[in-house]
């Protein structure tokens, strides 16, 4: 099935650095989601986005479609301790395809 | 109800059972999907529903696994004859209707021994 590649696998940041992850696709995307996922829980919606080149902010959090429909980078400024989880990023081809998810990149922020 | 439900919580079970695991989707939501997260790894889709189409069953492991969606809302996920590998957490989601963003349960956490 379809896949996407997620990157970093893992991050170990200072509190208080930026954070950068990406996602790329074979196929052309679209829908791209950004999860996030907190042990023991189910992954929360961070961010969605549903057009190429469009860039959206949720706080400290900023991800951009790719204009290729191919990828998506999620960014995280001034991280604090309660980031720490593991990031997903999914997409969907089209409306009638299942969302498929990255492996995740887990965070971790040393305070 | 609010968000995704899903049932039971946490399930053990010996090897060979068969175990059925539940949710419940968002009220109203069209689409439902199934996926399953092994320890420390990304969701592998299994099964999504959507409306009164025939489902697309193509992440099914294997023939033990099943789903089947009853009026258009409430899942359950069938796992015949249990084997250890399928320990893992199953997350149920749904969406309003397909292409839109889904919204996940917490997951039934499954664990064969």
């Known amino acids: 099935g379809q896949q996407l590649n997620q990157s970093p696998q893992s991050m170990f940041i200072q509190e208080g650095e930026d954070v950068s992850m990406n996602c790329t696709s074979s196929s052309i995307f679209n829908t791209w989601l950004w999860y996030k996922q907190d042990p023991g829980e189910g992954p929360v919606l961070l961010i969605a986005?549903?057009?190429?080149?469009e860039l959206t902010s949720n706080g400290r959090l900023t991800a951009q479609f790719g204009i290729t429909r191919k990828d998506s980078f999620l960014n995280i400024s001034a991280s604090i301790p309660s980031d720490v989880g593991i990031y997903f990023c999914a997409g969907q081809e089209t409306g009638n395809t299942p969302l498929v998810f990255g492996k995740g990149t887990r965070l971790s922020v040393i305070a | 109800g609010a968000g995704v439900s899903q049932s039971p919580s946490n399930k053990v079970t010996e090897k060979g059972k068969d175990v059925e695991l539940r949710c419940d989707p968002i009220?109203?939501?069209?689409?439902l999907y199934w996926y399953r997260q092994s320890l420390g790894q990304g969701l592998e889709f299994l099964i999504y529903?959507?409306?009164?189409?025939?489902?697309?069953k193509s992440g099914l492991p294997s023939d033990r696994f099943s789903a089947e969606r009853t009026g258009g809302s409430v899942s359950t996920l069938t796992i015949q004859r249990t084997q250890q590998e399928d320990s893992a957490v199953y997350l149920c989601a749904s969406s309003i209707v397909s292409g839109n963003t889904i919204y996940f349960g917490e997951g039934s956490w499954l664990t064969v021994v």
């Open positions: 986005l549903y057009k190429a080149g």
């Open positions: 009220s109203g939501h069209t689409a």
């Open positions: 529903f959507q409306g009164n189409s025939a489902p697309d």
